[in-house]
């Protein structure tokens, strides 16, 4: 059992000295038997697995369903009364749905794997004063960690000694922008996105170099915390599991009570008790919609296949329904609205700010402007590489920010720096925060400076001015104050920038003293294009958005702005704050959650719950897996994901991209209206069964008919299993209506009072349609009156799957589906060979027909189609409950 490091301990309040002192460790490091030692006292230093990749597990959850349990108890009952090709046939579509169901899940587990990466493999270490690389499993309390550029942090540590050091903690806080890190003492009320001199695990360095001691491993860490947290946090069954288990029940209950009824009846009236047995038997077979539960399954299978191609990978089946009912969208800024790309947005030079999209090569004639963008390639560390035959910038994010914008309008920084080869360089650190290079031209040194505003312009004695550079008064340098105050209150990252001739021979004073001020340049990491299409897109879909992120107020504000999301803003401090019923009060006005701590996310997600709303949640880092965990449907990035994200979600972006999602989100409107259709379609269909046998039962004798089933059970099962059922798969394939995306969010109601209206008015007619069409039947027997009843369901059950092509449209306004109209001829000619062939006679205990009865029972079956277009001339309202 893992050795936890007492929690009281604020590591960002000690010194360096007494951090090292509370771990018994050196600067020098741990030797390595009191590593091995230690290694046993807290275990290796590893996240646990949330959730292993265990395929017995996913098929064994493929029969938690109660409909299946249903169907299993259904054969079973088949088996006792010795109804064999029943009881095969009904195992057959269980062992189908858990086949298909268990075949999903298991691909996209295994595309999980493929995603998967670890942290890191590998560590630096000091091992009593030597230098070693060993497995980041084996890092323990103690350690001294030596990192540097580039490296992943595989421990929280303390930093005991550091260069120019900042990291990237978008992964665990959300927050874009590089940090700059630094050794002092901090108080103890500093947040963790505050904490300057610590590192935790699972984020990375991307400038500089440090040591640092680490004071947590694996669960103990900041990562590992929240990683513990996932586990305490229940996961969610989707609203379309909970209703069909609660649907299925009811049919369960449904069919218990009318089996009762009707053989109580049937004896009451003297019939044989035998015969009402099978007869019971008849009517459960014909209550339970036994295809349900596989048409379901194919359809939202065939779904997960077009939601991957719009780049979503769903890997739980239902997830694919549900999508298409998400009322809030909470996600994430950094990388999935942005780029993740720190990009260059306004530049301030002569006294006028420029928008960077309104910069063209060829436009850029001003000296300062040329100037500035010189500047961003001379005093610059980053550099260019070709990686797979393409250049790609390598370096700190601001940086490689600055060649950016420079390349794009006609700056190469490898022809400027070969014309001005580098001197000296006073590097940047937090204390200074500036850096400045000197350079050497053809006739003299020049320093190009860049900084934090308020420190370049301190140190400016001029401003350049068109092609003059003007003294810079006291009275200017307010007014420049305030640009920068504006640039900065829009969210952006702004440097100041300036330059220097200096001689031959200078000092670091000189190269950084009486500078010319040239302008400034504005920060961001900007929108992906196609987000804000994708946000309007899911606002007239009637979808909430909402962004929940780790990044700093003005900053989400400003990229809000440029999407299109408009709406109050709150920060982690405020909502801590707030009691529940404060922020259940304020949460539907607020848009934007900044700042955000994992603990207030989840929170955030509670509430919005409790109000019954479907929520999807977007995240990549581990501080977002508790709230992804328990959304209804939570959504992880394929390519910036953490394993932790990955394991808790229901479908992943496979291109991190918010615009995914609402393509997503259109595919799964398409899913639940098509499982609507269908699932109607069955529905009516079983209620015309049992309408049938009931009537047959009570009124055979005033009728003149045969006293006995008006259908056999391998006849209900081929309507319900083979005929009814590809009918209903090419129902799931129907084209989503022009206004899939127009619509609110509509609750997962199976059932409305208008459409069982319509259910019970359809049975009817395919009832009386049945009547009349053996009442014109000569010379009827026992046979003859099955097969009519039989073929006349399949017919008019073939007609009535047109009608629920679309529940708002008439036929002629559809987009034509040529497979439903494929798959109903197929389900005539199927009957036709059925009722018409010697063997398939014997087997289903049919006899033939004459075309002259075919063609009656065809043109009477017809009839249902145009009762159900008049339904939708004449009854919109129903239809569009």
Not at 17 to 37: C, H, P, Q, R, V
């Amino acid at each position: 059992m893992q050795k936890e490091v007492k929690e009281s301990i604020y590591w960002h309040t000690l010194s360096s000295d007494k951090a090292i002192e509370k771990l018994k460790s050196k600067f020098t490091g741990l030797n390595d038997k009191e590593a091995t030692k230690r290694l046993e006292e807290y275990g290796k230093n590893e996240i646990r697995k949330i959730r292993r990749f265990e395929p017995l597990r996913i098929l064994f959850e493929q029969f938690k369903s109660f409909f299946v349990i249903l169907l299993i108890l259904a054969a079973i009952v088949s088996a006792f009364v010795a109804h064999w090709i029943d009881m095969y046939v009904i195992l057959g579509i269980v062992i189908l749905n858990a086949g298909i169901g268990f075949f999903q899940n298991y691909k996209a587990e295994k595309s999980i794997q493929a995603l998967r990466g670890m942290l890191v493999t590998k560590a630096k270490v000091l091992r009593s004063g030597i230098l070693k690389e060993i497995p980041a499993s084996e890092i323990v309390p103690g350690d001294i960690l030596i990192l540097q550029e580039g490296d992943k942090v595989v421990a929280d540590s303390r930093i005991i000694e550091t260069s120019d050091l900042q990291t990237n903690e978008a992964v665990l806080t959300g927050e874009s922008t590089p940090v700059d890190k630094e050794t002092k003492i901090l108080d103890v009320e500093t947040e963790i996105y505050n904490r300057s001199n610590m590192l935790y695990k699972g984020t990375s360095v991307v400038r500089g170099s440090c040591k640092a001691l680490v004071v947590a491993t694996a669960m103990q860490t900041e990562f590992g915390k929240i990683a513990s947290m996932v586990q305490k946090t229940r996961a969610e069954r989707t609203p379309l599991q909970i209703r069909l288990d609660s649907f299925a029940k009811k049919i369960g209950v449904i069919v218990i009570i009318l089996v009762a009824v009707i053989a109580g009846l049937g004896i009451y009236f003297g019939l044989d008790k035998v015969q009402m047995f099978f007869t019971a038997i008849s009517l459960a077979v014909a209550a339970v919609p036994e295809g349900l539960p596989a048409v379901i399954t194919i359809g939202l299978a065939i779904a997960v296949r077009r939601m991957y191609r719009v780049k979503s990978l769903i890997r739980k089946l239902p997830a694919a329904e549900t999508l298409g009912r998400v009322t809030v969208i909470c996600t994430d800024k950094t990388g999935t609205i942005t780029e993740e790309k720190m990009t260059v947005t306004n530049l301030y030079y002569d006294n006028k700010i420029i928008k960077a999209e309104n910069i063209g090569e060829g436009k850029v004639k001003d000296k300062a402007l040329r100037l500035l963008l010189k500047i961003n390639c001379l005093c610059n560390n980053a550099r260019l590489e070709k990686i797979d035959d393409e250049e790609e910038i390598i370096g700190d994010p601001t940086e490689a920010a600055l060649i950016r914008i420079a390349s794009n309008l006609g700056f190469d920084k490898k022809i400027l720096t070969e014309k001005e080869p580098r001197v000296k360089e006073f590097a940047f650190t937090s204390k200074r925060k500036m850096m400045s290079i000197v350079r050497k031209t053809d006739f003299q040194n020049i320093s190009y400076v860049k900084g934090s505003p308020e420190v370049i312009l301190e140190k400016c004695s001029k401003e350049l001015v068109g092609n003059t550079a003007l003294r810079l008064v006291a009275r200017r340098r307010k007014e420049l104050l305030i640009v920068y105050e504006e640039m900065a209150s829009q969210g952006l990252r702004v440097l100041g920038f300036a330059y220097k001739p200096v001689n031959k021979k200078f000092t670091q004073t000189d190269a950084e003293s009486e500078l010319i001020f040239v302008g400034f340049q504005g920060m961001l990491d900007p929108p992906r294009p196609e987000v804000k299409e994708a946000i309007k897109a899911t606002k007239e879909a009637g979808i909430a958005v909402k962004m929940i992120t780790g990044d700093a107020k003005l900053t989400a504000i400003a990229v809000a702005k440029q999407i299109g999301l408009v709406g109050e803003a709150v920060v982690g401090r405020e909502i801590e704050k707030m009691s529940d019923e404060e922020l259940k009060s304020k949460i539907k006005e607020t848009v934007i959650f900044a700042r955000t701590t994992p603990e207030q996310k989840l929170r955030i997600i509670n509430i919005l719950k409790e109000q019954k709303e479907i929520v999807a949640v977007t995240g990549d880092g581990v501080n977002d897996a508790p709230a992804l965990k328990r959304a209804d449907i939570g959504v992880a990035m394929g390519i910036r994901g953490t394993d932790v994200t990955r394991d808790v979600s229901d479908m992943i972006l496979t291109d991190d991209n918010f615009a995914s999602i609402a393509k997503a989100v259109k595919e799964g409107r398409r899913v639940f209206d098509n499982i609507k259709k269908f699932s109607y379609y069955l529905l009516s269909s079983n209620l015309a069964e049992i309408f049938i046998i009931v009537f047959a039962l009570l009124f055979a004798s005033q009728l003149g008919w045969p006293t006995m089933l008006a259908l056999l059970p391998i006849q209900i099962l081929w309507i319900n299993l083979v005929s009814d059922g590809i009918i209903a798969l090419t129902l799931s394939l129907e084209h989503p209506e022009a206004d899939v995306m127009k619509r609110k969010p509509t609750e997962a109601k199976l059932f409305t009072s208008g459409i069982v209206v319509i259910w019970f008015l359809l049975a009817i007619l395919i009832t009386l349609g049945i009547l009349l069409s053996i009442n014109m039947i000569s010379a009827l027997d026992a046979i003859k009156l099955q097969t009519v009843a039989f073929t006349g369901l399949v017919f008019f059950e073939g007609f009535n799957a047109i009608n629920f092509r679309s529940f708002r449209q008439s036929l002629y306004k559809l987009k034509a589906n040529w497979l439903l109209f494929g798959a109903i001829i197929i389900s005539f000619i199927l009957q036709i060979l059925i009722v018409q062939t010697p063997f398939l006679q014997t087997l289903f205990g049919t006899s033939s027909l004459t075309l002259k009865e075919f063609s009656g029972i065809f043109l009477i079956s017809l009839s249902i189609l145009v009762v159900g277009e008049l339904f939708k001339y004449l009854k919109p309202k129903i239809f569009n409950r």
